[in-house]
């Protein structure tokens, strides 16, 4: 009998071989579909007993979503509910998050099981309108005869309307999600009055001077201007009277002058109070939201930019109680004619159909419960963070739980959304990538903006 | 009739040639039906994969509506236009020509550490092998926060010692460097290959040693090393494939910045993929870096005759 015996040389040879087809395979990522979780059971347990089984057909929906922790329990409220009210429709969630989420709904569609309802980030819609995966709600809209623009706020219900049809309908606001939250010590301590909104770029410029002490260890600083990574150069040209777009979505137009203009103050404001990278110490990772709330939480810091979410978040993990802060809208440049408060938002979140959901009629009267129902305002209210449905904000537990919610009634209201392609997100990254260079003083803003607006302008050519 | 003539006249006997063919068939059948889970998984998970993405390479692919050919289109835009390709090649390459090397050294002195027969050299294995089986996304979020420029314990160990902290994930010169020494935390695999290699060197090679007074380096230099080498030369191709690969540390701690400092290759081909939409671009990206893996790992083969030592028995 033949039998071939391999010496250390072949083997290790064929093993490293073997090892590179491997290897060079993987460089493919996963995409599998997420599974539901657990949380499903609970949703599961309720049977429907209202209408008789040939009545409706029975359904049973899946909902991906991005709300995990304690949004669970809400989600599986808002569930119930929904059972209680249409016992023929089960809705099992997904919870949908993590950096690889739409790598997940990509395959989920290419494989053809989308999920029936599932809620998107409205600046990703229009890439993905472009290709085909979402429908239209328009007619279900009409024939449910809701008003979309009286029942919510401006800028939510913009942020989801795409080439004049709506993909969605909102579920949390998209605006409100850039409030300035003062620190009342740091601010009495500077002589300057927490409860007085500093309404212009000229104001924050005179309290940056108050508020920055460089002499202490550590320094003390006002705090950063540039929270959430990436898109907030384009807030800050919104509010100096600019658009990163013309009116006709064909042209890039971040690079003229008021773009320019709005860059180098966010540069010159932010180095007037240290270098930019002892100012955000970390990159994009979690660590540096991390860091910028202990910098606040411990004083270091005097203003912090973010959501609603930390009325809730700053008590419970970071110990600042709710009087130890106050809230405030960002501030606009007031030396151009025109131009107002209100920050530019390319939206939230919002539940969207997919063209290849199963039962989109369905599906349709779990979107309008989810997002223009009573349910709704539990889901929010719960989280204590406002509904994106006018009215539901005027509901005096949210007055009572929280003090400064005219102010939050008053961003929700002057906020705006802008137009998104479906280049936004390259185009956002290639802004972001624009904005450092500057920052970090590696580029002087003209030529960072000239640069970039023509990478954008490419990118939106190829878009279409 | 000789012994041999007998035998000549047997091998040339058509009959028997046909069984002895039909037979070698039916134990080559055998042998391909028992390795035919691994070949079928091999053509459906890594060539088909393999030849999809060199095809994609030439579409325009978002993932979602069928694949268009646009032939070397994609090529065309990466040379011509997306300066942001070139500078994830240079971050990856500045990746590999660190990590590959440290990684090796570190995990051979590791080995070579835990090969004594010293009390508790068990618990130092595990130790050092257990960061290999911790997911590499919880060491990484771990490493994030020991490298927290505020409130990280190397931070604070540097400000106790009267140094000025380091800005390690949020530097551009310190970011890439901070990614490879999360990357060379986990040794555990090479190190477990390399000391299966040093206990099949043979004893006698050793006492051969003392007996002519060789000192423990000239040992280390002159039978260790050498005998070796070809667990060092698998590992290098090893580490090489891996490290080109480089993206979860990355896409957890950094996304790529700051200044793209951390935009790897990979984390690239994904941005373009799935953030974009662009998977036929992300195709012929993974194209290219399919071609630099070979060229590096034909290269490493040609270069083993040069330094690597196989024990003639």
């Given at each position: 009998?033949?039998t ?5 040389r072949?083997f290790?040879r ?17 995409t599998?579909?997420?599974?539901p979780?657990?949380?499903?059971a609970?949703t599961?347990a309720l049977?429907p007993?209202s209408v008789?089984?040939?009545a409706k057909?029975q359904v ?5 979503h991005?709300?995990?922790g304690s949004r669970?329990p ?7 509910d929904?059972?209680a ?5 089960k ?15 990509i395959a989920?569609?290419a494989?053809?099981t989308?999920p029936?309802?599932v809620?998107?980030?409205s600046?990703d819609?229009?890439?993905?309108v472009e290709?085909?995966v979402?429908?239209?709600?328009d007619?279900y809209?009409s ?6 623009d009286?029942l919510?706020y ?10 004049g049809?709506t993909?969605?309908?909102p ?6 999600q850039?409030?300035?939250y003062?620190?009342?010590s740091?601010?009495e ?5 927490p409860?007085r ?6 104001e ?5 001077a108050k ?5 202490t260890?550590?320094p003390k600083w006002?705090?950063?201007i ?7 150069f ?10 990163y777009i ?8 971040f ?5 320019v203009?709005a ?16 100012l955000?110490?970390s990159?994009?990772?979690?660590n540096y939201?991390e860091?910028?709330r ?6 270091q810091t005097a203003?912090?930019?973010s959501g609603p979410?930390m009325?809730?978040q700053?008590p419970e993990e970071?110990?600042?109680q709710?009087d ?7 501030p606009y440049?007031s ?19 997919p ?6 009629e369905a599906s349709?009267?779990f979107?309008k ?14 989280q204590s963070?406002?509904?994106?449905v006018k ?23 002057q906020d ?10 390259e185009i956002?990254?290639?802004?972001t990538?624009?904005?450092e ?10 030529a960072a903006l000239?640069e970039?607006a023509a990478?954008?302008?490419?990118a939106?050519?190829?878009a279409g | ?6 035998v ?16 070698r068939?039916?134990?080559a059948?055998?042998?391909y039906?028992?390795?035919a889970p691994w070949?079928?998984g091999?053509?459906v998970?890594?060539l088909?994969p ?7 390479g030439?579409?325009d692919?978002?993932g ?9 289109e994609n ?7 997306d300066k942001?390709?070139f500078?994830a ?8 020509a660190?990590?590959?090397?440290l ?6 002195v ?15 294995r ?6 290999t089986?911790?997911p ?5 979020v ?6 927290d420029?505020?409130?990280?314990v ?7 010692v009267?140094l000025p902290?380091?800005n390690w ?5 310190m ?6 020494l ?6 555990g695999?090479i190190?477990?290959i390399?000391l ?5 060197i ?7 040693a ?11 230099l002159?039978?260790t090393?050498?005998m ?8 290098l191709?090893l580490d ?11 896409f ?9 400092a951390?935009?790897f290759y ?7 993929s ?6 036929g ?6 194209t290219i870096?399919?071609l ?10 040609h270069?083993e005759?040069?330094?690597?030592f196989?024990?003639?028995?």
């Amino acid at each position: 009998m033949h039998t071939k015996t391999y010496s250390r040389r072949e083997f290790l040879r064929l093993a490293a071989g073997s090892s590179v087809g491997l290897a060079l395979a993987a460089c493919a990522p996963s995409t599998s579909a997420p599974q539901p979780s657990s949380g499903a059971a609970p949703t599961a347990a309720l049977a429907p007993t209202s209408v008789p089984a040939a009545a409706k057909e029975q359904v049973t929906l899946t909902f991906w979503h991005p709300f995990g922790g304690s949004r669970i329990p809400l989600i599986e409220k808002m569930l119930s509910d929904f059972q209680a009210e249409q016992p023929s429709t089960k809705v099992e969630h997904v919870l949908w998050t993590g950096a690889d989420r739409m790598e997940k709904f990509i395959a989920a569609v290419a494989a053809g099981t989308p999920p029936d309802v599932v809620m998107f980030r409205s600046h990703d819609l229009p890439a993905y309108v472009e290709e085909g995966v979402f429908r239209p709600l328009d007619d279900y809209i009409s024939a449910a005869g809701i008003n979309p623009d009286e029942l919510y706020y401006k800028a939510e219900i913009g942020a989801r309307r795409y080439k004049g049809e709506t993909y969605g309908l909102p579920t949390v606001p998209a605006a409100g999600q850039d409030i300035a939250y003062y620190n009342v010590s740091r601010f009495e301590e500077a002589g300057l009055d927490p409860e007085r909104t500093l309404e212009t770029w000229d104001e924050w410029e005179e309290a940056l001077a108050k508020l920055v002490d460089t002499s202490t260890n550590p320094p003390k600083w006002f705090g950063t201007i540039d929270e959430n990574v990436g898109f907030f150069f384009n807030k800050w040209m919104y509010l100096n009277g600019g658009k990163y777009i013309s009116d006709d979505l064909t042209k890039i137009t971040f690079n003229d002058e008021r773009g320019v203009e709005a860059l180098q103050w966010m540069y010159d404001f932010m180095s007037r109070q240290a270098d930019y990278s002892e100012l955000r110490p970390s990159a994009e990772g979690f660590n540096y939201v991390e860091t910028m709330r202990k910098r606040f939480a411990t004083n270091q810091t005097a203003v912090y930019i973010s959501g609603p979410w930390m009325f809730v978040q700053f008590p419970e993990e970071h110990g600042v109680q709710i009087d130890q802060f106050r809230i405030h809208p960002l501030p606009y440049n007031s030396e151009h004619p025109g131009t107002t408060a209100g920050v530019a938002t390319e939206g939230g979140w919002g539940n969207s159909l997919p063209a290849g959901a199963k039962h989109p009629e369905a599906s349709w009267e779990f979107i309008k419960f989810s997002c223009a129902s009573p349910a709704s305002l539990e889901f929010t209210l719960a989280q204590s963070r406002p509904n994106p449905v006018k009215q539901y904000n005027e509901d005096p537990r949210y007055a009572e739980a929280n003090p400064y919610w005219d102010t939050i009634l008053k961003i929700l209201d002057q906020d705006f959304a802008i137009p998104i392609t479906s280049a936004w997100v390259e185009i956002a990254d290639i802004m972001t990538d624009a904005q450092e260079q500057v920052l970090t003083g590696k580029k002087p803003s003209k030529a960072a903006l000239d640069e970039a607006a023509a990478a954008a302008q490419r990118a939106l050519d190829k878009a279409g | 009739m000789t012994t041999d003539q007998i035998v000549q006249s047997r091998s040339r006997d058509p009959a028997r040639i046909l069984r002895a063919r039909s037979m070698r068939a039916r134990k080559a059948l055998w042998g391909y039906l028992f390795i035919a889970p691994w070949i079928i998984g091999f053509l459906v998970f890594n060539l088909y994969p393999i030849l999809a993405v060199i095809y994609y390479g030439f579409t325009d692919y978002s993932g979602l509506k069928p694949p268009q050919f646009v032939g070397l289109e994609n090529y065309v835009e990466m040379f011509r236009y997306d300066k942001l390709a070139f500078k994830a090649l240079g971050n990856t390459a500045f990746y590999v020509a660190l990590r590959v090397p440290l990684h090796l050294l570190l995990g051979f002195v590791a080995a070579l550490l835990v090969n004594h027969k010293l009390r508790g050299v068990n618990v130092i294995r595990t130790a050092l092998y257990l960061p290999t089986i911790v997911p590499y996304v919880t060491t990484v979020v771990l490493w994030m926060w020991l490298l927290d420029y505020d409130f990280g314990v190397l931070n604070v160990v540097l400000r106790e010692v009267g140094l000025p902290r380091i800005n390690w994930l949020g530097s551009e010169t310190m970011a890439k460097p901070s990614i490879i020494l999360m990357g060379l935390w986990q040794i555990g695999a090479i190190m477990m290959i390399f000391l299966a290699g040093l206990r099949s060197i043979p004893e006698h090679l050793y006492e051969a040693a003392d007996i002519d007074g060789a000192t423990s380096v000239q040992k280390l230099l002159h039978i260790t090393i050498p005998m070796l080498s070809p667990v060092i030369f698998f590992n290098l191709i090893l580490d090489v494939i891996n490290s080109f690969q480089v993206f979860t540390a990355a896409f957890i701690a950094t996304n790529g910045g700051p200044l793209n400092a951390t935009l790897f290759y990979v984390l690239y081909i994904y941005r373009q993929s799935f953030s974009y939409l662009h998977l036929g671009y992300g195709a012929a990206m993974a194209t290219i870096l399919f071609l630099i893996v070979m060229v590096f790992t034909a290269l490493i083969f040609h270069s083993e005759r040069h330094w690597v030592f196989y024990e003639r028995t």
